[in-house]
């Protein structure tokens, strides 16, 4: 059969792979004609309900039924309508002011109290969708230009938008080729995330590969799970990935069957990927990079390139450029904005100021700043918000991240700007120490003292349990940017005398 949109390409797979498993989240496993029937009945079930062409459905599901939200998304869009992930993390009110934007007229949920206040023409538990197969709409009205989801960012900066994603664009998400001939990948992302979502949720109709999902991350649990699941792929952010290492029976578990170990969503730190290679001689390890907002994305092509500090992947000169401040293209090794080249643009939900902002023709601004060194690949320097102009210079944070990384003490750290009435802004930085781990903060600035130029050594610093994160792992420099200011301007004050 021919395949116009996604919900097509399940179907192929469903008739080559019918007995395959495609999804495993520990609980529940499904195969593919399971999910391609289920999605059928449900899809069926929601347009008896009453939804239309362009309902959008709200689906606040967590990976504790990791299967059943694979099965709404595609019933969502079998079912003409358009699917809106939703992270249970988000707070109640993120969820009412997302609400009020994306207007949802449904919501299939494994959370009620994620739902319970929104003004919703119907709602069911994952336990209970509306099934209903001879009520199925006619799939090839769906077109390729229909919106297919709509996912929220991450809201590391400010209110949460929401990513339009077309059926043309969510097919493009799937072709492609397999890494290696990996039969299983193995992750513990929310399925509500744009990696989670685009990546490991599509992953079996792209490569016929099982996607075995963790309900919720645990370091120790993982661990036993890839040991007794033996995937050849596993992914991890870079904070699972460290908290991974740094268990103390890291070395009773047995990770032989894994091949490949993805990262993504952050830049890795060169600590974590020694360590890790150390551990595990015998994976190829590899770091990604991509958007919500971009259907773009890179990978890095060797150990090699992933033990480079800040790189995220080989910058295909078709898919990414570097340009300064007017958006004209710069060289390599010159630091500029990331931009990435989507063959389907996106745009954000009912917010055309925003949109204008950031697509640009075909092309992304991403806000990250970064440059192409001598191989092609990308080094990230961090987002350019977050870059710190301290006395007239560019000071990028990932630079003293990744020195603080390195600290044998230290389990994570992030650097942000603070306002300083002469300097304009100054280095103000954040430190959670491993387990069991004691460090001084005069201990932690000389150690930046020796490996830094001077105006990049953090002139406060403060140590804390844990650093805040969002839903995806990614630190919220937001909430951390007020707690270093009041230290700073504390600090600054007790220097003065009172």
Not at 481 to 488: F, G, I, N, T
Request: aromatic letters at 6%; a negative charge.
């Amino acid at each position: 059969m021919n395949v116009h949109h996604l919900p097509d390409a399940l179907r192929v797979r469903a008739q080559m792979m019918g007995d395959a498993i495609a999804h495993d989240d520990t609980c529940r496993a499904i195969t593919f004609r399971e999910w391609n029937d289920e999605a059928d009945a449900i899809a069926g079930g929601l347009a008896a309900a009453g939804l239309e062409t362009g309902d959008r459905v709200f689906l606040p599901i967590s990976n504790a039924n990791a299967v059943d939200m694979a099965i709404a998304v595609f019933a969502v869009l079998r079912a003409g309508g358009v699917a809106v992930p939703i992270n249970v993390r988000f707070s109640k009110t993120e969820i009412a002011d997302y609400a009020a934007l994306i207007e949802p007229r449904f919501a299939i949920h494994n959370s009620l109290q994620a739902v319970d206040s929104l003004q919703l023409e119907r709602c069911w538990p994952v336990t209970d969708m509306p099934r209903n197969l001879s009520a199925l709409p006619d799939q090839a009205a769906i077109a390729l230009t229909d919106i297919a989801e709509i996912l929220a960012t991450s809201g590391t900066t400010g209110k949460i938008k929401g990513v339009v994603v077309t059926h043309a664009d969510l097919l493009g998400t799937v072709t492609g080729t397999e890494i290696g001939n990996s039969r299983a990948t193995l992750h513990a992302l929310p399925f509500t995330g744009s990696g989670g979502n685009l990546g490991t949720l599509m992953l079996p109709i792209k490569t016929g590969a099982t996607c075995i999902t963790q309900p919720k991350f645990d370091p120790a649990a993982f661990m036993a799970l890839a040991q007794s699941k033996r995937p050849q792929t596993v992914y991890l952010v870079p904070s699972m990935l460290r908290l991974i290492i740094d268990l103390p029976n890291i070395r009773d578990f047995d990770f032989s069957s894994v091949k490949w170990l993805m990262c993504g969503t952050a830049p890795l730190p060169q600590d974590s990927v020694l360590r890790a290679l150390e551990l595990w001689p015998h994976i190829r390890m590899r770091n990604s990079y991509g958007m919500s907002e971009g259907s773009f994305g890179i990978v890095t092509r060797s150990n090699a390139a992933a033990l480079k500090p800040g790189c995220v992947g080989y910058a295909d000169p078709k898919l990414v450029e570097i340009r300064d401040e007017n958006g004209a293209a710069l060289p390599r090794g010159v630091t500029g904005e990331v931009y990435g080249y989507t063959k389907h643009s996106r745009r954000y939900w009912r917010d055309e100021d925003a949109t204008k902002q950031s697509f640009k023709d075909s092309w992304t601004k991403t806000g990250d700043l970064g440059y192409i060194d001598e191989d092609g690949d990308l080094v990230l320097c961090g987002r350019s918000k977050e870059l710190i102009i301290r006395g007239g210079y560019n000071i990028t944070p990932i630079e003293i991240e990744t020195v603080l990384h390195d600290h044998p003490k230290v389990k994570d750290a992030a650097v942000v700007g603070v306002t300083h009435d002469i300097l304009g802004e100054d280095v103000a930085a954040a430190v959670v120490l491993r387990h069991g781990q004691s460090a001084t903060i005069d201990e932690l600035l000389q150690w930046c003292r020796n490996r830094l130029a001077d105006n990049k050594v953090p002139r406060t610093m403060i140590i804390l349990s844990e650093l805040p994160l969002n839903p995806s792992g990614k630190v919220l420099k937001r909430e951390l940017q007020p707690v270093l200011q009041a230290a700073s301007d504390e600090a600054r004050k007790a220097r003065a005398g009172g």
